[in-house]
């Protein structure tokens, strides 16, 4: 059986200016063995037009893919951002819980006031109060 296969990012800069390969390599890789081939680039960091830059060697991925390597996840949301394949579920999440994140931030936060139509007896002792001090209000005036 020859052994696996798997496409994933390998960080090649620093802490603070990353910088990703997209390689191939054995799953049981030890890190001092070489990669078997580099199949492209990614770098995280937003440009100047606020784009980050990806670069795939077609070729070479369809011809691992075809040998049945599997990408990681990190190469498979990449995969399927570029459009080579299906958009990767995690993509679909992240994207969810960023939407439910900002809507948090731009929401209101919730009164804690009773609404007047409440069925809260306290309410309606303030209602029925109230009331009864516009109707003495309204005979006085008349």
């Given at each position: 059986m020859p052994p696996r296969v798997r496409l994933m990012l390998v960080?090649?800069?620093c802490a603070n200016r990353p910088f990703y390969h997209i390689v191939a390599s054995h799953v049981k890789k030890r890190p001092d063995?070489?990669?078997?081939?580099?199949?492209?680039s990614y770098d995280p960091m937003p440009n100047e037009h606020n784009e980050s830059l990806v670069s795939f060697n077609y070729d070479r991925l369809g011809?691992?893919?075809?040998?049945?390597?599997?990408?990681?996840?990190?190469?498979?949301m990449l995969?399927?951002?570029?459009?080579?394949?299906?958009?990767?579920?995690?993509?679909?999440?992240?994207?969810?819980?960023?939407?439910?994140?900002?809507?948090?931030?731009?929401?209101?936060?919730?009164?804690?006031?009773?609404?007047?139509?409440?069925?809260?007896?306290?309410?309606?002792?303030n209602n029925e109060s109230t009331s009864g001090e516009l109707k003495?209000?309204?005979s006085a005036s008349s």
């Open positions: 960080l090649k800069g063995q070489p990669i078997l081939e580099q199949i492209g011809y691992w893919l075809g040998h049945n390597a599997t990408p990681s996840r990190g190469v498979g995969l399927g951002l570029a459009g080579y394949t299906v958009v990767h579920p995690y993509s679909y999440r992240m994207a969810w819980e960023n939407r439910l994140k900002n809507a948090a931030k731009t929401s209101t936060p919730p009164t804690t006031d009773i609404p007047a139509g409440a069925p809260d007896g306290q309410n309606q002792k003495q209000a309204a």
